[in-house]
């Protein structure tokens, strides 16, 4: 039999070992244990039964067969909803792909996108390849699959055990991610750029440019500025005076593009800005437009209410065929509350070098405009379609999101103005047996009440209808759903934020 010494990372990767000596036999996605208890043929014709749940188990099956030589047959077995859909199926195609096809000389799986840990020899690999014959049985029944597992002829290993280095994990460089749509807050521009930077580096897909360079892009990039102050902005961060003036986080710099949004003049050799793309709009056969006055406080004048504050950039006439069109294209107000939210759409937006004075200029366009109708100031929205950082800034950008992201230790006071959750706070309690979550508004009063027998009830429903805004409420939610689920078994009180007292 095999022992727990001849196996790869037993405490990691779960296997239940049996009487046979040829034979390995592979669930996908289905429950080994489930499968064991089923039928206890399963581990007299086996020597060893596991699954495979992700493309990476297939390197622990690979270091498991070159540990335990003489399995010269391995099953597989996938019946079921789960082991038939796209995700389940990943790990078995990259073990189907390697039998039919073998690696390459980059440890490339051929016919995949998937690489095999580099500690395990190509020769082996292929050595297993020759010796181990693959049998799919996933069309088969749970009571077929059984009637057709044999133990094979044949139990000479066929090499010696072969030990490898344990797999040293390579940088990534790129997390995976939903790749289109991003939301990021911050109160001040600095917080908010800083969170699309980190954004760009972890998420951002690799491709090229017209230009020839090469770009990390995210796709869909909605950074909401919730309290900047445009007279007095905020600049007080420790960083680098080379990466201020390469970011445009200067009092110059920012004074400078004021005058991008809030004059109208073009200045000489310029082919346009976005002041004069505002309040100087190209109007085929009349005078220019000032989208400012005539269309944005215009509207707003004529109803509070209007959604017609509208405002664009772009002149297809003359930039169909130019090869810098303008870059933000459309400004948006609207009003909610006696409050002037601004919500801007940007084509193609170089976050690391222009992005910072293009949200300083709009926030103090923001303002004038909100001072000349009576409004306070609301919000500065701005979605990035195009989130982009060049990859002459890669390192910079970096460097900034491991100093100010990475590396900085989370909070852990709670602070009302910083932390709390717009869409209201809960309250977790125990009442007449059940686990509740009273749901209040940010002011107090009460909302909705949730109730389970479980903290997987109460969870399961507080996600469904996506009750609360913040990832760190939610996760704090989850343990004292938990914590109270705990207190209801053991019969202790349960108080929300203290200790459980056992």
């Not at 940088?171 to 911050?186: A, H, T």
């Not at 990859?391 to 910079?396: F, G, S």
Request: aromatic share 8%.
């Amino acid at each position: 039999m095999i022992s727990q010494e001849n196996l790869f990372q037993p405490d990691k990767y779960k296997v239940f070992l049996g009487e046979g000596k040829s034979v390995g036999f592979c669930t996908i996605w289905n429950e080994p244990e489930a499968t064991v208890k089923r039928d206890p043929r399963v581990l007299e014709r086996s020597a060893i039964v596991g699954t495979l749940y992700s493309r990476q188990g297939v390197n622990a099956i690979l270091r498991n067969l070159a540990l335990n030589p003489q399995i010269r047959t391995l099953y597989l077995w996938g019946y079921g909803t789960l082991s038939n859909t796209p995700f389940g199926l990943t790990g078995k195609s990259i073990l189907v792909n390697i039998w039919t096809g073998g690696i390459d000389e980059n440890h490339m799986v051929r016919g995949t996108s998937f690489k095999i840990d580099s500690e395990i020899p190509a020769t082996v690999i292929e050595t297993i390849r020759a010796n181990v014959e693959l049998r799919d049985i996933s069309t088969l029944t749970f009571e077929e699959a059984m009637a057709s597992l044999q133990q094979s002829g044949d139990a000479v290993p066929y090499m010696r055990p072969q030990v490898f280095p344990d797999p040293v994990q390579e940088k990534i460089d790129m997390f995976p991610s939903e790749q289109v749509g991003w939301l990021v807050r911050g109160r001040t521009v600095v917080e908010a750029w800083t969170r699309v930077v980190d954004r760009i580096m972890r998420y951002g897909t690799t491709k090229g440019t017209q230009y020839g360079m090469q770009q990390r892009e995210l796709i869909g990039v909605t950074w909401v500025i919730s309290a900047e102050d445009p007279a007095e902005p905020f600049l007080n961060v420790d960083w680098p005076e080379e990466v201020r003036k390469t970011i445009g986080l200067t009092k110059e710099a920012i004074n400078e593009y004021h005058g991008v949004f809030l004059s109208k003049e073009l200045p000489a050799g310029i082919t346009y800005t976005y002041g004069n793309r505002l309040m100087q709009y190209p109007a085929p056969g009349g005078a220019p437009i000032d989208q400012i006055e005539d269309v944005i406080i215009k509207s707003f004048r004529s109803s509070p209410d209007t959604r017609r504050a509208v405002a664009t950039t772009m002149v297809p006439p003359i930039d169909k065929d130019s090869n810098e069109p303008p870059c933000i294209t459309q400004v948006q107000a609207l009003q909610s509350g006696g409050a002037l939210h601004f919500l801007v759409t940007v084509r193609s937006h170089d976050i690391f070098k222009a992005a910072i004075p293009n949200a300083f200029g709009l926030r103090m366009l923001q303002m004038r405009v909100a001072s000349e109708l009576g409004f306070s100031m609301g919000v500065l929205q701005i979605t990035s379609q195009s989130a982009h950082i060049y990859e002459a800034d890669w390192d910079n950008a970096k460097k900034l999101a491991a100093c100010v992201v990475w590396e900085r230790e989370p909070e852990k006071i709670f602070r009302p103005e910083l932390h709390a959750d717009p869409r209201g706070v809960v309250v977790v309690l125990i009442k007449e047996d059940e686990i509740v979550a009273e749901i209040k508004a940010p002011t107090g009063e009460d909302l909705i009440e949730i109730r389970g027998k479980t903290a997987k009830d109460v969870a399961a429903k507080l996600s469904q209808l996506d009750l609360l805004s913040r990832s760190d409420h939610l996760l704090d939610i989850g343990m004292e759903l938990e914590k109270a689920e705990i207190a209801k078994q053991k019969g202790i009180v349960y108080i929300q934020d203290r200790p459980l007292r056992f």
